[in-house]
């Protein structure tokens, strides 16, 4: 899906709001990374501890003190627990669709992230582009997830 689509789709969702914040999307092109590690490049979920989401039900920014790499990605933690934790099972811990917007995933295409956007469903972390994408995306939560991992990951060509 090219990037006017996903705009038109977003536009036209319940929640037009959408379609204004849609403008400045990043979209993936070809090629893109399995992993979105923007804003801060080679660094996943946006330097947040993925575990704390799960630990403390919140966002919370990691520290460069507390780092551990996956894949060639390096996530940040705010405390050695959690990153401890992380080691031991990344896979459990990891954001869905390598932290892009989980919208976008379901809609065939890719977007940034904000790591105050998320949301934990059956105990796996999704991130959306802003948190009225989330809202939309929320509207159907199943439908969007069984769409999103349908097209993951062949919206990374």
């Known amino acids: 899906m090219d990037r006017r689509r996903f ?8 929640f037009g709001v959408a ?16 992993v979105y590690t923007g804003p801060v490049p080679g660094i996943g979920a946006g330097g947040y501890d993925v575990v704390a ?10 520290s460069a003190a507390h780092v551990a790499a996956h894949e060639g990605v390096t996530y940040r933690f705010a405390s ?31 977007a940034s ?3 105050s956007a998320w949301t934990i469903v059956e105990d796996k972390l999704y ?3 802003s948190k009225s994408v989330r809202s939309i995306w929320r509207q159907d939560v199943p439908g969007n997830i069984s769409k999103a991992d349908k097209n993951w990951p062949a919206v990374l060509n």
């Open 7 to 14: 705009i038109l789709s977003a536009a036209i969702a319940p």
């Open 19 to 34: 379609a204004i914040l849609a403008t400045s999307v990043t979209i993936a092109r070809a090629g893109k990374a399995a």
């Open 53 to 62: 989401y799960f630990t403390d039900g919140r966002p919370t920014k990691g």
């Open 80 to 110: 050695a627990t959690t990153r401890d934790k992380f080691v031991k099972s990344p896979g459990r811990y990891l954001p869905q669709y390598g932290g892009y917007c989980a919208y976008a995933v379901s809609q065939g295409a890719t």
């Open 113 to 115: 992230s904000d790591p």
């Open 127 to 129: 991130l959306n582009y």
